[in-house]
């Protein structure tokens, strides 16, 4: 298959296979985008009269054979084909002779593949969307169920004061509406339509860009031909932070059920089929699910970094670094689904210790309760402090285990109703 660009001699092979890399098997997942775009772009062609009707049709009607045998799973890339522009073009050539040719007029491979990758990373976004959403879900549903189950909460890893593992529950729930304000900037940066600047300086073809934006489903277009060529490396960027955000809530998350599964906390457990054991120690329930949880996070949160890395020093215009970005975004993007997957299917089967305070270690959780009695009584804030102090020092404190919180977002006032309000606000901009 000689290439789009061939001008009559043979690239050396050690260089073409050290430019190609692992770009064949990456573009597969762009099959499908690439044919949508083509789609769109001529039905446009048609319109401004680069394309006869049936030509159009003719068209049309091949690339969704294509489209249908790449969601079957029957589409591959031939041995000698370039890339999938290349070889959704020859297949074209192969069925309609001349005619497959003319789906190039008015684009360049650049704007063609940033097409192909903001579709891409609007379902990626759309899916990551959904599994968020699923994860808080069940995080506010356990807040509910577990609302008056106490927990100790710690500061500097030391016992500080009462939670609860609604408190727990719902924090992390609450920290996901964060994640997802990331992910709609991800969503808003990929839903412009970068179609039409070519090589990054438009063409002279009346090309009609708004009816490509609407075809594509996108909300509006990267206007300036420059500038949408400069999305390139920043679109995956953005993307990229947003997942990081949330790989860092899974890590934490992550690391708290470690904690709490340990026999010194003891706080929760899981079903034996759920963890491992050790090789010698007969008595090991292993959190390895969650271990590993925490450490792919930790990789996905060095994820901006790398890009970042890979797309400094460039000016603008198309180099060939960007192809770099694929090998590291897409099996990333493929990370998180699973760690957002798999942190809900071990939640879904947690259970929660009820008689956590009952362990007389817990018994100073309450001594700002019994400042703040005392303070409410009439004495000011530093003598009560130093008259519970002094108690706690002789040995003759007495824990009264009564927790009176009642200002919103306390153990008392989880306020779930409004971290649903935000979620729902938030995730509904991505469509």
Request: net charge negative; hydrophobic share 40%; aromatic share 8%.
């Amino acid at each position: 298959m000689a290439k789009i660009w061939d001008k009559g001699f043979d690239i050396n092979a050690l260089v073409e296979n050290f430019t190609v890399g692992n770009d064949r098997e990456l573009d597969l997942r762009l099959a499908k985008y690439d044919i949508i775009g083509s789609m769109a772009h001529i039905k446009m062609l048609a319109k401004i009269g680069l394309l006869e009707i049936e030509e159009e049709q003719q068209l049309q009607g091949a690339l969704q054979y294509i489209l249908e045998e790449v969601e079957k799973g029957n589409f591959h890339l031939d041995k000698d084909a370039e890339d999938i522009h290349s070889q959704i073009e020859s297949m074209l050539t192969a069925k309609l002779g001349e005619m497959g040719k003319k789906i190039h007029s008015g684009r360049s491979r650049n704007d063609q593949v940033l097409v192909d990758i903001k579709l891409y990373l609007k379902d990626e976004i759309r899916q990551l969307k959904n599994e968020v959403l699923q994860l808080f879900d069940l995080l506010q549903l356990l807040s509910e169920q577990h609302k008056n189950v106490f927990l100790p909460g710690y500061t500097h890893a030391q016992i500080a004061m009462p939670s609860s593992f609604g408190l727990w529950f719902g924090a992390y729930a609450e920290t996901l509406v964060d994640d997802m304000y990331s992910l709609v900037a991800a969503w808003r940066v990929a839903d412009q339509n970068p179609l039409g600047s070519a090589a990054g300086y438009g063409n002279s073809f009346p090309l009609d860009r708004e009816m490509t934006t609407r075809e594509l489903g996108f909300s509006e277009m990267n206007y300036n031909v420059i500038a949408a060529q400069m999305e390139r490396g920043k679109t995956e960027r953005i993307l990229a932070q947003a997942m990081s955000n949330i790989a860092f809530t899974l890590n934490k998350l992550a690391a708290d059920n470690c904690m709490y599964l340990s026999g010194n906390y003891g706080f929760i457990s899981y079903p034996n089929e759920l963890t491992t054991g050790s090789s010698i120690m007969p008595h090991k329930k292993n959190p390895d699910v969650w271990e590993l949880i925490r450490a792919h996070s930790n990789r996905l949160q060095n994820l901006p970094n790398e890009i970042a890395l890979m797309t400094t020093n460039m000016p603008h215009g198309y180099h060939r670094d960007y192809q770099l970005l694929k090998e590291v975004l897409f099996p990333a993007i493929e990370t998180l689904h699973t760690l957002l997957q798999m942190a809900h299917f071990m939640l879904e089967h947690v259970s929660v210790n009820e008689h956590i305070l009952d362990d007389p270690r817990y018994n100073y959780l309450f001594t700002v309760e019994e400042v703040n009695k005392l303070v409410l009584a009439g004495m000011p804030f530093r003598e009560a402090y130093k008259q519970v102090g002094h108690e706690v020092e002789s040995g003759t404190y007495k824990a009264n285990k009564e927790v009176h919180h009642t200002h919103a977002g306390s153990i008392g006032n989880l306020c779930t109703k409004q971290i649903r309000e935000k979620m729902e606000r938030a995730a509904e901009e991505i469509r």
